[in-house]
């Protein structure tokens, strides 16, 4: 079975699923996918790295050495300077977002389907942040002491919707030809109502499992050893369990400093979140380049 297929009906399943538990149920679910599958699909970097980088006889504890750099630049930028900081991290997950929805369907990469991956996370974000606005904001204001206002994120939407119809229109002849225009505009309206059903944790969470994470696992697991099977799959989870268990360490420090400051848990989850996102974000810049 193709995989958006698959994803399909098992959104539709949370969907049914998420009528039928109630928010400490959705809670628990969202951290246990998001710390396993999530936390998973962005450990394996390093490998993905030498991978790039085949060939070059660069040392890899370089590259290692400027990763851990730029997430404590990440944590340091956040600390200082948190508007700017959530903007860059947002910006570079809508991309990011867009970019596992797209580049399998795309033809070629170009600046106009780059705009399309923008446009398309700004889109999925716009309506995950519209439908669920109150705890978006508590969020946001907890980082960075800016309250935004309903018209923030109605222009937010809007903005994705109108760069998504113009650059999906501008790219239509880079499209390969078995994409389908009418399931794409049926997933976004399951998006949509799935967003508005669920509680913002929970609705990101469906997202970045079904829809980004577990595709990414497969792109590159199939970029690292060729195929997906069962022995594929061991080695990659052998090479990505000590970075996983380095970030989950991380967040169980994270969450015992939340204890002692006057912020939810969710705040710190996504400026942790975002700390070790944002290399991951150019790590993989780069694999689909390839
Ligand atoms: C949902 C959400 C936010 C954004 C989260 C983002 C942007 C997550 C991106 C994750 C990525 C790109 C993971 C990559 O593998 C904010 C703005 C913190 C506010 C609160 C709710």
Known sequence: MKYSIFALVLTVFLLWLTLRINETFEAIFAYVSILTVGIFHGSNDISLIRYIKRGSTTNIIKYLVFYVLLVLFTCLIFIKFPL????????????????????AQLLLQTIKSQILYVAYGILIFGLLFYFNQDDTSQVIYELTQVNLSEV???????????LTAVFGFLNRKNFKVEVEFFKEIFLLVLFALLFKLASLLWAFAIYFIVWHSMPSLRDQIESLHGQINSRTIIKYIKSSLIYWLISVIGLVIVYYISQGLELQFITLFFAFLAAITIPHVIVMFFLNKK
């Not at 997950?93 to 929805?101: L, N, V």
Request: aromatic share 22%; charged share 5%; hydrophobic share 60%.
């Open 84 to 103: 700017v900081a959530l903007i860059v991290f947002v910006a570079f997950s809508c991309y990011h977002f867009g970019e596992q929805h797209f580049h």
């Open 152 to 162: 923030t994120y109605q222009a937010f939407l809007i903005l994705g919707i109108v």
